[in-house]
């Protein structure tokens, strides 16, 4: 197993993954965490993931919050989408601000889903993690914003006043990704660019010059159409 999951071949390693789940065995557990923090390609990880979450919980829980302090990055987002697939609640206290933090993208990025979909249901906690998240809002290129946005809008309404103090941050980026993603939580059918698009100009008008400006359009496209000046 070692051996084929360390093969050339991409598909041969992704062969030995399936083969490892569909046939769950406790002593492929080293070897499938060890793995996962060297494996390049997206799917054989993804694979390797779910070959571990059929193994029992009560041997591969404790190893992935080992990980979780693991030194290398990958082995760190690994652990946390292992999680993501095991599904087990008492997993939530292992996001640690550290993790929701993480100077590596992909590491953040998938503590703030998995966070989401762990994260219990009572409102107070759920609050603390919207501020969590909140907290970095502004972060990193187009794809890190989005996925930001994504979990702060799977997380509900609770996410709504710490959104509406970020988008008074003196930060205009912070701004703009908060006026963006809570247009996008009252109307998840808006395009993250369009989203962007209209906060920035919030921001950089004011929303009192951007509801004025908007007002007039609405009166110029009304006197057109009755043919008034």
């Known amino acids: 197993m070692a051996d084929a999951l360390s093969a050339g071949d991409p598909s041969v390693r992704l062969q030995a993954a399936l083969a490892a789940g569909s046939d769950p065995h406790p002593g492929f557990l080293g070897t499938l965490v060890e793995r996962c923090a060297v494996e390049p390609d997206f799917f054989v990880r993804d694979m390797l993931s779910w070959a571990l979450s059929r193994l029992p919980p009560e041997i591969t829980l404790p190893r992935m919050r080992r990980e979780l302090d693991s030194g290398r990055a990958q082995a760190r987002s690994q652990a946390l989408h292992t999680l993501s697939k095991i599904g087990d609640s008492s997993a939530w206290t292992w996001i640690t601000h550290d993790l929701l ?7 953040a990025r998938t503590a703030w889903r998995v966070a989401v979909a762990l994260v219990p249901g ?4 759920r609050k603390d993690l919207a501020e969590e998240l909140a907290g970095q809002l502004g972060r990193g290129d187009r794809g890190v914003r989005l996925s930001l946005s994504r979990a702060l809008v799977d997380l509900g309404d609770v996410t709504g006043p710490a959104l509406e103090k970020a988008a008074a941050s003196p ?3 912070v701004a703009a990704h908060a006026r963006a993603t809570e247009l996008l939580r009252r109307n998840p059918e808006t395009g993250f660019d369009a989203a962007v698009h209209e906060a920035r100009r919030t921001v950089a008008l004011g929303p009192e010059r951007t509801a004025a400006t908007a007002t007039e359009n609405t009166e110029n496209t009304e006197n057109a159409e009755t043919g008034r000046c």
């Open 122 to 125: 009572d409102e107070d906690e």
């Open 171 to 173: 930060d205009p980026e």
């Open 101 to 107: 933090c993480d100077a590596d993208d992909e590491v």
